[in-house]
T-cell receptor
Framework: GAGVSQSPSNKVTEKGKDVELRCDPI?????LYWYRQSLGQGLEFLIY????????KSGLPSDRFSAERTGGSVSTLTIQRTQQEDSAVYLC????????????FGQGTRLTVV | DAKTTQPPSMDCAEGRAANLPCNHS???????VYWYRQIHSQGPQYIIH???NNETNEMASLIITEDRKSSTLILPHATLRDTAVYYC?????????????FGTGTRLKVLA
């Protein structure tokens, strides 16, 4: 596609429910990143994929958070047993692999846990 | 942790050049400096990046000091639409993996 696509754009869920957030990266981009941005805050790194593997999961805040990527393309971020503090905008970005490449971000999924 | 420090906010008059500074004194020799901006409620937008040499594109210019410990993003003729939070990022490389660590950025307000 023309850019990074994320769905849904907005999600309201009840505390304790599981949610899945989807990211469709730019075609051909092997690197994929997930970030979280709480209201009024900067971007917090969550996880990085190279192809289907995740060599850097250092930013996942708890074991309730997991992510996978299939076919070197679409990625899903899953949050289990959501808590109110999980409310944030979840941003996905993709890039070519390498040190001299720029990442392009999607518009994010705004998650609200009530 | 972010490897960059930026002033929290700046104002610039419309039509004038906006010069946004960034300190990255612990940058390693092979780490690039990237600039992104985020307009309210949107995903970050890539602006420019560089290693050692100054860079220019249709959006901005990037001036990197010879010792690479600081850089300046220049928007040559700021418009109201350039009002945004600007992030200076050193892309961290660890064992062949790369990630962008965002700091708190500079909130630029372009004034009419």
């Amino acid at each position: 596609g023309a850019g990074v696509s994320q769905s849904p754009s907005n999600k309201v869920t009840e505390k304790g429910k599981d949610v899945e957030l989807r990211c469709d990266p730019i075609s051909g981009h092997t690197a994929l990143y997930w970030y979280r941005q709480s209201l009024g805050q900067g971007l917090e790194f969550l996880i990085y994929f190279q192809g289907n593997s995740a060599p850097d999961k250092s930013g996942l805040p708890s074991d309730r958070f997991s992510a996978e990527r299939t076919g070197g393309s679409v990625s899903t971020l899953t949050i289990q047993r959501t808590q109110q503090e999980d409310s944030a905008v979840y941003l996905c970005a993709s890039s070519f692999q390498g040190s001299d490449t720029e990442a392009f971000f999607g518009q994010g999924t705004r998650l609200t846990v009530v | 942790d972010a490897k960059t420090t930026q002033p929290p906010s700046m104002d610039c008059a419309e039509g004038r050049a906006a010069n946004l500074p960034c300190n990255h004194s612990t940058i390693s020799g092979n780490e690039y400096v990237y600039w992104y901006r985020q307009i309210h409620s949107q995903g970050p937008q890539y602006i420019i990046h560089g290693l050692k040499n100054n860079e220019t594109n249709e959006m901005a210019s990037l001036i990197i000091t010879e010792d690479r410990k600081s850089s300046t993003l220049i928007l040559p003729h700021a418009t109201l639409r350039d009002t945004a939070v600007y992030y200076c990022i050193v892309r961290v490389s660890t064992s062949g993996t790369y990630k962008y660590i965002f700091g708190t950025g500079t909130r630029l307000k372009v004034l009419a």
